[in-house]
Antibody
Framework: EVQLVESGGGLVQPGGSLRLSCAASGFTYNSLWMSWVRQAPGKGLEWVANIKPDGSEEYYLDSVKGRFTISRDNAKNSLYLQMNNLRAEDTAIYYC?????????WGQGTLVTVSS | QSALTQPPSASGSPGQSVIISCTGTSSDVGGYNYVSWYQQHPGKAPRLIIYEVTKRPSGVPDRFSGSKSGNTASLTVSGLQAEDEADYYCSSFAGNNDVVFGGGTKVTVL
């Protein structure tokens, strides 16, 4: 059974940093792209970043480029999102998602709140 | 990275059909057969229900079907059931490894 479990969310002040983690299991993690998708409270879904299976390519939403970094550790079946210089508009539930031709498995999400 | 356009709401009585549209451009919906649809119940994570425009993952009822014409994709929910009441989001590959979502449609079962 595919499982994706996020952790690391919380309350952070504007300008602060946070690192999200996602533990993956139930599939061959090192062969698939992975993504982060977020959802602001009461709002729709917004793709944030993708990373290639070997970690050699990364793609980002324009508004997070230069502030967020997606990475992975295939030995630990783990995905990460380092978020720096956080803004109020980054407040959202962040989902770890397996990416094949579609975003086919989603974690339950971790809430990030940026507020003073 | 512009969002796809969906109607904010749709509704139908049990047993009826609901069709949700998703309009993009030739750079996303119209340019690729990589449109997906997701169902999200309140407080839950999204669930993939349609991929590559028309395909259903294992376990998704055949009451859910997808189609595409030009820059507009559609999701049809036939034989509406109470448990179909949820938010529905479309998404499309948009080139350069981008993914764009629609704004979501809230489906109400009357």
């Amino acid at each position: 059974e595919v499982q994706l479990v996020e952790s690391g969310g919380g309350l952070v002040q504007p300008g602060g940093s946070l690192r999200l983690s996602c533990a993956a299991s139930g599939f061959t993690y090192n062969s698939l792209w992975m993504s982060w998708v977020r959802q602001a409270p009461g709002k729709g879904l917004e793709w944030v970043a993708n990373i290639k299976p070997d970690g050699s390519e990364e793609y980002y939403l324009d508004s997070v480029k230069g502030r967020f970094t997606i990475s992975r550790d295939n030995a630990k079946n783990s995905l990460y999102l380092q978020m720096n210089n956080l803004r109020a508009e980054d407040t959202a539930i962040y989902y770890c998602v397996r990416k094949r031709v579609s975003l086919d498995y989603w974690g339950q999400g971790t809430l990030v709140t940026v507020s003073s | 990275q512009s969002a796809l356009t969906q109607p904010p709401s749709a509704s139908g009585s049990p047993g009826q059909s609901v069709i949700i549209s998703c309009t993009g451009t030739s750079s996303d919906v119209g340019g690729y057969n990589y449109v997906s649809w997701y169902q999200q119940h309140p407080g839950k994570a999204p669930r993939l229900i349609i991929y590559e425009v028309t395909k259903r993952p294992s376990g998704v009822p055949d009451r859910f079907s997808g189609s595409k014409s030009g820059n507009t994709a559609s999701l049809t929910v036939s034989g509406l059931q109470a448990e179909d009441e949820a938010d529905y989001y479309c998404s499309s590959f948009a080139g350069n490894n981008d993914v764009v979502f629609g704004g979501g449609t809230k489906v109400t079962v009357l």
